[in-house]
Every structure is written in C-alpha cells, then in structure tokens.
Nanobody, 127 residues
C-alpha cells in the first residue's frame, strides 16, 4: 500500500512562490511515475504536471509552463512542485499522485492513470 503525504501549501500573495512536497512510503518509489493535480471549488480535478520514473521526462499544463517545476528525489522518496509567479487562479487543493509502471520514460497526465493519491494541500493565492 502506497501512502502519499503532501506538505508546503499555504497562503501567498500574487507573484509569490511556494514549494510543495509529497513524501511516499510503503512502496518502491522509483517504480512509480508521479504527478500533481489540483482541484478548485466547484471544479473537476485537473492535471498540473507529471514526471517519469527516471526523472528525465516531464509534462506541464499550459497555464503553469514556465512558472512551475516538478522534480523528484528517488533516494528521499519525495516529489516536489516549485511554484513561482503564483496567480489567484492557481488557488486550489493540490494533490500528489502515483502510478506504478514498468515504463521508465512515460509521463501520465490523466486522473484515471493514477492508482494512489495524497490527501491534498491547500494553496491560496491572494490578489
């Protein structure tokens, strides 16, 4: 059983930065592709960014390209999301997700691609 625990959310002014972390346990972390999603009130959960098992391939939602950076440290079993130049429309609960895969280079971008989810961390950007 995989457990994912997000941290690092909070309240920040527009233009500010936050760094989210997602710590995994109960699994061989390096066997999992990882992703970040977000869900704003009244909206569906949406893809933000994802990273392959081998840390070489990433994908980003268009609205966060150039502002967000995903990375992972397999030794620490943690995936990170660095968020810069935050905007009020980035306000949401951010979720970490994991999917076991045999493919080293594949990046997964759909909610249904993932098997395991964290509890989420709130990010609020004030204008």
């Amino acid at each position: 059983q995989v457990q994912l625990v997000e941290s690092g959310g909070g309240l920040v002014q527009a233009g500010g930065s936050l760094r989210l972390s997602c710590a995994a346990s109960g699994t061989t972390f390096s066997s999992h592709a990882m992703g970040w999603f977000r869900q704003a009130p009244g909206k569906e959960r949406q893809f933000v960014t994802a990273i392959s098992r081998n840390n070489f391939y990433t994908s980003y939602q268009d609205s966060v390209k150039g502002r967000y950076t995903i990375s992972r440290d397999n030794a620490k079993m943690t995936v990170y999301l660095q968020m810069n130049s935050l905007r009020p429309e980035d306000t949401a609960v951010y979720y970490c997700a994991a999917r076991v895969t045999s493919h080293q280079e594949t990046v997964y971008t759909a909610v249904h691609d993932y098997d395991y989810w964290g509890q989420g961390t709130q990010v609020t950007v004030s204008s």
